[in-house]
């Protein structure tokens, strides 16, 4: 299991981590990422740790729970 | 243990490292970068490391801390001189060689020079040491002209602008950003960048510079000169490549590469970011691409084939660029050329937001700008990766605006 961390103050809303994992991930009226589910299971960590790592502004991490 | 060697520490370089770690790769990984700098991202160096909201450790890509971490030997400030495909080896410019079994080239691009002579106080951006160059220039104060209004250019015009300058802009072309945008957004930008007080001389083209830093004069074709204390050339790029002349890869503005981003005759060789010109089945033809998005979906591709040498994945991507400017938060997908959008979503002067739909002609979507409205660009991204019906789309973004119009007249 693993944990996502947004930083809501870098995030810019680029919304690539909408595209990588948009059961994960979600942004809203500002622009600002939302963070649907922040427990990950092992079998969704490499595709959401993917998705995070697509952010430009590097306002997401996944990390060991 | 099998080496990979990446040259360059762009992102594409970066990137690549951190995918071939994250996906297990168990042999040895090395970044060999031309710079002494360790690797930063170049977006902020048109925006906010010239305004001073960033400085060079908060743009970092990979400081040699983390590269430690992660078993990547990050070389600084050793320059790629030459390849040997055949015998695998790579040579620097200091005399060390490399040998490999894997190697990806990320040297990216560097900025066109200026046509009208080095002088100084004339500045490009495209390096950390370039932006600070920049803006030690620029808060000395004084007139600002860019010449050349493409994402870069209007960039810099929008941070000169955000900075007090006097900003001219100028270029041959009779709207910016006309390579991407379609020519009523590129208008729309055109009047966005007025309203700010950028002056814009387009369908001008400059026919020299002459002066030094503090009192430069920009000659124009129509006769007229301009006086400025800093003058930015932002006119495009020109891949790294020089490096690879004699060594038999294929070289036609970028390294030439096929659907796998593999260098096309050498197997073991990758190209990924703007030095790369990749075959792209969608458009039927090899494409090179100088966009952060590209670089990085790029590396994620390379780093999957050369992990999965039985199971390669094809580099099909949806194009998408974000450029910031004064208070537009521009983001493009696919293809937004053209004269005009086939649909207009909200209103760029009176709710500084838009959508500008483009059709593909055959009930699909073609691309999309939008500013400053994230949830549509969302839903334009997944319609272009989705393959999503034009009617559909219309309809969805439709909703999203109606939604947006009514919570925005609540009071």
Request: hydrophobic share 45%; aromatic share 4%.
């Amino acid at each position: 299991m693993a944990v996502i961390r947004a930083d809501l103050g870098a995030c810019q809303g680029y919304a690539n981590c909408v595209v990588g994992a948009d059961d994960y991930f979600d942004i809203d009226d500002d622009g600002i990422v939302v963070v649907l589910k922040a427990e990950v299971p092992d079998a969704d960590r490499k595709r959401v740790e993917e998705a995070a790592r697509s952010c430009p502004v590097s306002a997401l991490k996944v990390t060991d729970a | 243990m099998t080496h990979t060697l990446i040259i360059g520490g762009s992102v594409g370089g970066v990137r690549t490292a951190q995918a071939l770690r994250a996906g297990g790769y168990g042999g040895r990984i090395t970044i060999a970068e031309a710079e002494t700098e360790a690797p930063y991202d170049k977006p902020p160096l048109s925006k906010g490391l010239l305004t001073g909201s960033a400085g060079p450790e908060d743009i970092r890509l990979l400081t040699p801390e983390q590269a430690e971490a992660a078993d990547i030997d990050l070389r600084l400030g050793v320059r790629a001189a030459a390849l040997d495909p055949q015998h695998r080896i790579a040579s620097f410019d200091d005399g060390s060689s490399l040998g490999y079994d894997h190697l990806v080239i990320a040297t990216g691009a560097a900025a066109r020079r200026s046509p009208w002579g080095d002088r100084d106080g004339v500045r490009v951006v495209r390096s950390l040491a370039d932006a600070a160059a920049l803006r030690h220039d620029l808060t000395a104060g004084g007139a600002l002209v860019v010449v050349g209004a493409g994402f870069i250019g209007a960039e810099v015009a929008a941070t000169g602008r955000r900075l007090g300058l006097d900003v001219t802009m100028v270029d041959p072309q009779p709207l910016p950003m006309t390579r991407s945008l379609s020519a009523d957004v590129a208008a729309a930008a055109m009047a966005m960048h007025e309203d700010a007080g950028v002056r814009c001389l387009m369908g001008v083209g400059v026919t020299g510079i002459s002066g030094g830093p503090g009192h430069l004069a920009v000659a124009l074709d129509d006769g007229t000169e301009l006086k400025a204390a800093t003058v930015v050339v932002g006119i495009g790029a020109v891949p790294n490549e020089g490096w690879l002349a004699g060594s038999g890869l294929t070289l036609d503005n970028g390294v030439v590469c096929d659907e796998y981003c593999r260098a096309v005759g050498a197997a073991d060789i990758y190209a990924v970011g703007d030095v790369a010109r990749w075959f792209d089945r969608a458009r039927g033809r090899h494409v090179r691409a100088e966009h952060w998005t590209n670089a990085v979906d790029q590396a994620a591709c390379a780093a999957h084939n050369i992990l999965n040498p039985s199971d390669p994945r094809a580099y099909e991507p949806v194009e998408f660029v974000w450029s910031d400017q004064h208070d537009w938060k521009m983001q493009l997908v696919g293809d937004t050329s053209g004269l005009a959008a086939t649909t207009l979503l909200g209103d760029a002067t009176a709710d500084r937001r838009f959508a500008a739909l483009y059709a593909d002609g055959r009930g699909g979507l073609r691309g999309a700008v939008v500013v400053n409205w994230p949830r549509v660009m969302v839903q334009c991204r997944k319609a272009m990766r989705e393959g999503t019906s034009w009617d559909d789309i219309e309809t969805g973004l439709r909703a999203i605006a109606d939604t947006t119009a009514r919570s925005e007249a609540r009071p």
